[in-house]
C-alpha cells in the first residue's frame, strides 16, 4: 500500500500491528491535540451480537456510540497495550506523550469502550501486551486510573462499578 496523506500531522502507512496505521508526519508534543473524531451517534443496548458491530466506533457514554466519518483518522487507528494517544473531551485524539516524526499513533482501544460483551484479540507486540482487549472496566485497577482522568468524562462515568457481564 501507498503512503496516504491525511493532514499536515499525520499521515495513513503500512503498519506492524495492523495492515495500515496513522503515523506523525513531524514531531507531536504531550497534550498535543492530534485529531478530532468526527461522524455519527450510535444509540444501542448491550448485546453480545451488538458488541461485533462496529469495529471503528468509539464509545462516548452509556449505550452510545459515535461511528466515525469515512474520512476520519480514527478509521486507521491501532490499538496499542503501550499507547501515545487517547480520546479526550470534544472527542479530541491527544498525544499522551512526545510522539517522534513517523512513529505509529496508537491508543489503547479500552479507553473507548465499556460495553460489558466487546472483546478483542491483540497484535500490539508490545512486552506488556494483555493479549486480549476488554472494556475499561475489565482493566487492571491501576491502568484505570492512569486513564481516568485523560479519558472522556463521561465514559468514564458511565462505566459500570462492578466488571461482570450481564
Request: charged share 20%; net charge negative.
Amino acid at each position: 500500500m501507498s503512503t496516504q496523506w491525511l493532514t499536515k500531522t499525520i499521515y495513513v502507512a503500512p503498519s506492524s500491528i495492523d495492515n495500515v496505521g496513522i503515523f506523525s508526519l513531524r514531531p507531536l508534543r504531550a497534550g498535543e491535540t492530534i485529531y478530532t473524531v468526527t461522524g455519527k451517534f450510535v444509540r444501542n443496548e448491550y448485546s453480545a451480537v451488538f458488541a461485533l458491530l462496529g469495529p471503528n466506533w468509539i464509545g462516548v457514554s452509556k449505550e452510545l456510540w459515535l461511528d466515525p466519518d469515512q474520512s476520519n483518522p480514527m478509521n486507521f487507528m491501532n490499538h496499542s497495550c503501550e499507547p501515545n494517544a487517547i480520546v479526550t473531551e470534544g472527542l479530541n485524539v491527544v498525544a499522551l506523550r512526545d510522539i517522534p516524526v513517523h512513529e505509529e499513533i496508537v491508543m489503547d482501544y479500552s479507553t473507548t469502550e465499556i460495553d460489558p460483551y466487546w472483546q478483542m484479540d491483540c497484535h500490539c507486540g508490545r512486552a506488556t501486551c494483555r493479549k486480549a482487549i476488554r472494556a475499561f472496566q475489565f482493566l487492571p485497577t491501576e491502568l484505570r486510573q492512569r486513564y481516568e482522568g485523560q479519558m472522556l468524562a463521561t465514559l468514564v462515568a458511565a462505566a459500570p462499578l462492578t466488571s461482570k457481564v450481564g
